[in-house]
């Protein structure tokens, strides 16, 4: 039996400081979507909209994918998240994600999010993109080293 959205979302790291309430509000805003192993969930260079949780299933991260210089960035599984930039911002997508399985995947649209968000949310959301951005800034700071 599929863990429930609510504790798929408790889960999950980007809303782990989420109190059980504001969970409950956005487990509302939750849509599922299936996607067949190879399936294209988001191409680079499109206009991100979705920030989508891994519930079940898998996904890789690519640069340049089809490409002759096509590189693998990451490899996603359940309780992993991407498309957080997309939902904050509404930028076009850093990276093309496919589907490495048959995977299921919550998603909640921007539109969504933006009228319903509470400020306890987007505390707790900020606190963990400054999070990947403090890691960011030290690998980069260490491949600078070598």
């Not at 890789?60 to 359940?78: C, I, K, R």
């Not at 299921?104 to 993109?129: K, Y």
């Given at each position: ?38 399936h ?14 891994v519930?079940?299933?898998g ?25 957080e ?6 930028r ?19 539109n969504?999010f ?6 306890p949310?987007?505390?707790a ?16 700071g ?5």
């Amino acid at each position: 039996m599929p863990i429930s959205i609510e504790d798929m979302l408790a889960n999950t790291s980007l809303f782990s400081r989420v109190d059980r309430e504001e969970l409950h509000e956005i487990a509302g805003w939750v849509q599922i979507q299936n996607y067949k192993a190879g399936h294209v969930i988001d191409r680079e260079g499109d206009l991100g909209t979705t920030l989508h949780i891994v519930r079940s299933g898998g996904v890789d991260v690519y640069q340049h994918y089809g490409s002759d210089d096509q590189q693998l960035l990451a490899s996603f599984g359940e309780g992993d998240f991407f498309g957080e930039m997309a939902l904050l911002l509404g930028r076009p997508r850093s990276a093309t994600v496919v589907a490495n399985t048959d995977t299921e995947c919550l998603q909640i649209l921007r539109n969504s999010f933006a009228d319903g968000a509470t400020v306890p949310v987007l505390w707790a959301m900020l606190q963990h993109v400054a999070e990947r951005l403090a890691h960011a800034d030290e690998v980069m700071g260490e491949m600078h080293s070598h």
